[in-house]
């Protein structure tokens, strides 16, 4: 009787090994999370499938890289800033050409008047254009150097050498090349393969037309302040052509591969797809290269023929990795990837989001590593520079559109070609300046002071094209009016620019409401 | 009946306190394994190394190796107290803070230095350099605006200002 121990301390021994237990859980749970970050350090993918080369299709890549799959599939969602993205509705993005008119009157005898539409992801590049109506218009196999993953076919064409099977779709309609690739069975948007070497996963240009484009840059004496892997090259032996893939830094890979396809280019029929890189980055450059460019038929290279005037214009593509080049950020080593791509953190590992997007959605990780300042003021200061160069633009869009009006209307009245001809050269100095930033995809930020050159330039050219239009209407018109209109082959001088007259102030320049 | 009931608590009170013994004999165990997996004695050192064990610090760790006070300064020279109280003070509220943080990863990223932290740098600047600098500072730091030198030097102990951008959040995708 005496034996029977109270129950009081029976109560307290369970009370401890039940707070004993749940404890052990606790630690227990710790120990196994501890143990998951250390493996997650230690491997940081698993090889679950082989890959190759010839694999284009993002989900075979995605079973060993998940993480990098999940961010690139999220392309597919809609995205937008103030100045970026499409409006419109969730299936169709809003046409540009209805929003801004004088775009629509700039490209008057070319495929974007018909339809020009605000981007969207990367998920969306080839479906896009596969359902644009520019294609009721011939266009050019060359497209697909970028709106697919083409690397295949482009071997396969030219026999194991991409650039000889580049050189070959060329030479056939967009229809005949997409058949190819729909036939072959993987057709698919840019995938890994195109970036990522397949055994080492390191960073890697494929496309041929980069390739050749930035040969040309360093084969040229142009100064690269950004690249510094090029002014390297060409202190060596130049024994051998510039290797991007040997050759560029690491940082400088993280711009190489988005410059494969934001770029400059030519891609239509009459000559193999060509980037025009060799004079240098800057607009006046490429105008130059493009003005030294000859057909086949010896006659100068030109986009279109405008449909108003009958000048011989240049359509400017989206040339973000040449403006960038001319920036701060390029400038202070900031690639593409470190802003568009930033590294974000996953569990104690780091990936590079594959989101691709604009960095105004993603403050945080794009700016906030380097800038000390909160989002709102961040968001502020780019909302600065980008109404800036909006302001800027439309006003250029009107002095261009004053220009159309002035040449048509002395075309109209009976001008000559040759009365005509200054007037068309200053529509296609300007023309391309204005394209150049409008097609241009940052609204200005790459390189805000170098936008507001180019767009100032656009805007003196078009008016001084205006002058000449009425210049040749005017009866008594001395040789001397028409001097500075005078355009020859190569890039005009920027002397050549002061001399020019005043173009006449014009309250219709104001910028267009938006 | 009795001698039933007896024997049922003389039993109880055999196996009780062994099975207690024995819970506390696994907890102890793990806890140490644990501890000892977690690298928890390097804490309670001074190596950098310790500072980076769980890579949310990697970018400052490797800054510091290229930066001007790699030579003269580890973490602990400046962003812990001097004295043992305090010194053993702050590591036990930055443990607790970290610990919780990265088992959870509910922190807040790009990572920043917070108020109390902030107070142990000035003043660790301050250790050094206040022979120089006292005609500039005042040591008191009543004043919360009080410009720190860090405000201006902000890349004399790891560099540029590196880090990383935390995974997407929940408001980040529709």
Known sequence: MSATPPRSRRGLYVAILVLVTAITAGVTALLINIFERKAEVR????????????????????????????????????????????????????????????????????????????????????????????????QSGSCLHCHASIMPLYRKLGDGDPFKGMDATSKLTYQEVSKMLHDGGAIHPVSCVDCHDPKTMALRVTRPGFIRGIQALAASDAPVPALASIAQWRTGARDRAYDPNLDASRNEMRSYVCGQCHVEYYCSTKLPLTFPWGKGLRVEQIESFWDATTFADGAQFYDYAHQETGAHVLKAQHPEFELWNQGIHARSGVSCADCHMPYMREGATKVSDHWVRSPLLNVNRACQTCHRFSEAELLARVDVIQQRNYDLLQRGGQALVSLLDAAAAAKAKGATPEQLAPALALQRRAQWRLDFIAAENSMGFHAPQEAARVLGEAIDYARQGQIAALAALAPAATPSATTPAQGSAAAPSPAQGSAAPVPPARGSAAPAPH | MDAQAARRTLHARRWLPIVVAVALGVLLGIAGFTFRYAEGLSYFSTDPKACANCHIMQRQYDGWQKASHHGVATCADCHLPKTFFAKYRAKASNGWHHSKGFTLQDFVEPIQIKRANAAILQASCLGCHEAMVHELVSGARTDRDAVECVHCHAGVGHGERAGLGGPLREDETP
């Open chain 1, 43 to 138: 491997t940081p993918y698993v090889r679950v499938v082989e890959v190759s080369e010839d694999d284009t299709d993002p989900a075979k890549w995605g079973k060993n890289w998940p993480a990098e799959l999940d961010s690139y599939k999220r392309t597919a969602i809609t995205t937008h800033t103030r100045f970026g993205g499409h409006g419109g509705n969730e299936a169709v993005p809003e046409e540009k050409i209805v929003r801004d008119p004088w775009l629509k009157r700039m490209f008057l005898g070319y495929a974007f008047s018909i339809d020009y539409r605000d981007r969207r992801g990367h998920a969306y590049m080839l479906t896009d254009q596969e359902a644009t109506q520019r294609l009721t218009k011939p």
